[in-house]
């Protein structure tokens, strides 16, 4: 019971850093890169499918993202959706053939995202703490019950703090790696 309680609390504790790591992913850095176009769906044929299932993306050079249309006939809703999106690119089309030119960011501009990043991740560091806090609340639960002995509640909740102290690392090592690529010049 107990090794389920806390497999459980690692799964969610995993999940929280990969959705934190997708965040990342959406954010704009002055480097050309096709996460940016991962929230992107296109209306196509009336049923928005994201775009990565329309095209293959890649980066030539850092600050384009080369985006190549299987279907020809898809070209024209690939451009509009790209255009009515936050990302705040203009996309230039050669054919089947879409290319975003990247600009670099400003300085104040970059400021703000470390900002913005830091409060994703501080969101994350909470999720991690819920989860640590879900999973003790369970094991005081047993022991109330008598399903476990006062020592393996311990045992456990150091496990889990363990455990939390990990993710939270995780977490930490995440934002310097992306504090650092948004502060590159």
Do not use: C
């Amino acid at each position: 019971m107990v090794r389920e309680l806390i497999a459980d609390g690692k799964r969610r504790m995993e999940s929280a850093v990969e959705a934190l790591r997708s965040e990342f992913n959406a954010v704009r850095t002055g480097r050309a890169s096709t996460g940016l176009l991962d929230r992107i769906h296109v209306d196509y044929y009336g049923t928005k499918t994201p775009l990565k299932q329309l095209a293959s993306l890649a980066t030539p050079d850092p600050r384009t993202i080369s985006i190549t249309v299987f279907d020809k006939a898809a070209v024209n809703a690939v451009v509009r959706a790209l255009q009515e999106s936050d990302l705040g690119l203009t996309p230039n089309t050669d054919g089947m053939i879409i290319r975003l030119n990247v600009p670099p960011l400003t300085a104040e501009r970059r400021k703000d995202l470390v900002r913005l990043v830091k409060g994703m991740a501080e969101d994350g560091r909470v999720a991690v703490r819920n989860v640590r806090r879900d999973v003790i609340q369970h094991l005081k639960d047993l022991k109330k019950q008598g399903e476990i002995s006062e020592d393996d509640e311990k045992r456990a909740e150091e496990e889990v703090q363990k455990l939390t102290d990990t993710y939270i690392d995780k977490i930490n090592d995440l934002l310097r790696h992306k504090e650092e690529e948004i502060l590159e010049i």
